[in-house]
């Protein structure tokens, strides 16, 4: 009797580590992301973020962190600053401009394989009565330049509980409270956190050409990314 | 007290144990240095300073390129490296960066040749 009480929990307490090790999944990265599959970039040409969020500043700040987590994934990343610098020196200085281009130009003028467009939806801090917190969320899509169809898509959300103190205990009261001391001189912070936002982003990306597992990474499941409501 | 204690230490472990499973990375793929931290700094407060510790952190990811999984050099590194030659006007080490880059990979051979072109158009006109 008691022996199977301590069964049952034991069970328990081992689904519910094992659940909350990685959180649930709930596809594979090629049932997901076929078209990556198919048409296999080799080369990303990385816009400048589109900002929508309130923060005037996020742009440039979150324009440096995107470069090295593609590139790492094993895909050509062409140097950001330079190729907006290059776009500049051709007339078009709007990010509005450049999300609305026809993509062949990109292949034409750059002989990119894929645009990776981001959207910078969130960017901020909120306060409260009992509680302030950082929001910060990045959508990222990668289109084809042949033939302009959405290769891959994600968005990364990334809240950071910015009240210290008595955060609720449990393990993201702990996380939060070993944060809370980082989030003081707020710029560098936010990139900080916006390279968090990265990296939930590009873990469901296919690898690419120059990564080991290029073309043999579908079967990995993919993580449960939606953003907690607060 | 003593529960209190012994509560914690185990979140503690418990947090490491959850991080260290979803996290443990083997060697990158290439080896970037301070690239992103000077570029976050030359974007954030753009003087000489910002800008030469941005090349200084260039050079580094180009000199210590093969302390990494891949060890080659970073896409675009050369190619960076090339853009601030062009910018400070020496042209021929800009060409010489746009090849390196082009030689290691191909993908970026069209938009340097692109690049290579425009100084030659432009040093033809400054010739004439």
Redesign the interface.
Known sequence: MINTKLLTLLTLITSMFIL???GASYVTKGTEFPKMYEQAP??ILILPPMNESTDAEAK??Y???T??PF??M?????????VS?IMKQEGVYDTEVLYNMPLDKYYE?????AVLFTRIKKWDVSYMVLASSLTISIEAKIVSTKTSEELWTYTGTVVVDLSGGNSGGG?GG??AKAIVAAVNTA??DY?QHARTANRKIIHTLPFGP??ELHLKDQGIKLVDQTPVQK | MRTVTKTALLSIATVGFLMSGCSSQPKPLYNYGEYSESYYHAKKELSPDSALELQKAIEYSIENATDSRSARVAPGMYANLGYIYLKGGKTDKAIESFIKEKTIYPESAHFMDRMIKKIEVAEGKTND
């Open positions: 909350s090790g990685c080799r080369s440039d700040y324009m440096t962190t470069e090295m590139a790492l094993g895909y050509y990343t062409f140097p950001t600053e330079m610098d003028y750059f002989g990119a394989d393990i702990l996380i710029t560098a990139v120059y990564h």
